[in-house]
């Protein structure tokens, strides 16, 4: 059965440091992925979509990577800071048409 | 822009009762999705439209659950009758095409508890 895994529910990183979210995957081809964050109370916020084709997207402080082979993303916030804190949601392109989602990893950036 | 709007924020209803959660997406945006989040299951997908047509329905999880988008401005999703393990948050999103090479925008929620 498809699957969309990602890493550890909690992630706790000291202020200034980089943290790095995984999502791996089973049983898709996704030509798409995309990250998002979600603050407690509130909906997923889209922050970037990388293409199958790509290796690698940038977006001020974000990193992610998406490795085909792996079938795996790697998500990098870099000089994170209290204000990253939140749940980030890895999500997938199904038969070219809708997002499924991972269940996310709990970011928390301590001062 | 207002966003995508979603109404009610919270509504609390007694088991058996019907429900109605309420969409308003993104003017302009031609595909609109209704997921449900739970703790245990996280965000799945019910069901998704497109220019107003449903696509793909097979998230919904029985027949208790029926979704309508009667024009390209508002989609409602409807409960009947509703049971507790209905209880999660209901979002709406909508995004400005169909496929994946939009993000969507999604809604603030409803937080649905049947008691």
């Known amino acids: 059965s498809q699957k969309i895994e990602q890493n550890s529910e909690a992630l706790n990183i000291q202020e200034g440091k980089t943290a790095t979210l995984t999502c791996n995957y089973t049983?898709?081809?996704?030509?798409?992925l995309q990250w998002y964050r979600q603050d407690p109370g509130r909906g997923p916020v889209f922050l970037l979509l990388i293409r199958e084709n790509e290796k690698e997207k940038r977006k001020e402080r974000l990193k992610v990577t998406f490795d085909t082979t792996l079938k795996q993303s790697l998500f990098h916030i870099t000089a994170s800071q209290p204000a990253d804190s939140a749940t980030y949601l890895c999500?997938?392109?199904?038969?070219?048409?809708?997002?499924?989602f991972g269940a996310g990893t709990r970011l928390t950036v301590k001062p | 822009d207002a966003g995508v709007i979603q109404s009610p924020r919270h509504e609390v209803t007694e088991m058996g009762q019907e429900v109605t959660l309420r969409c308003k997406p993104i003017s302009g945006h031609n595909s609109l999705f209704w997921y449900r989040q739970t703790m245990m299951r996280g965000l799945e997908l019910l069901i998704y439209f497109n220019n107003n047509v449903p696509i793909d329905d097979s998230g919904m999880p029985e027949d208790r659950f029926s979704a309508k988008m009667p024009n390209a401005s508002f989609s409602t999703l409807k409960i009947q009758p509703s049971e507790p393990r209905d209880s999660a948050v209901y979002f709406c999103?909508?995004?400005?095409?169909?496929?994946?090479?939009?993000?969507?925008?999604f809604g603030s929620g409803t937080r649905l508890t049947v008691v």
């Open positions: 999103a909508s995004s400005p095409r169909q496929g994946p090479t939009y993000g969507y925008t």
């Open positions: 049983n898709y081809s996704p030509a798409y």
């Open positions: 999500a997938l392109s199904y038969n070219n048409n809708d997002m499924r």
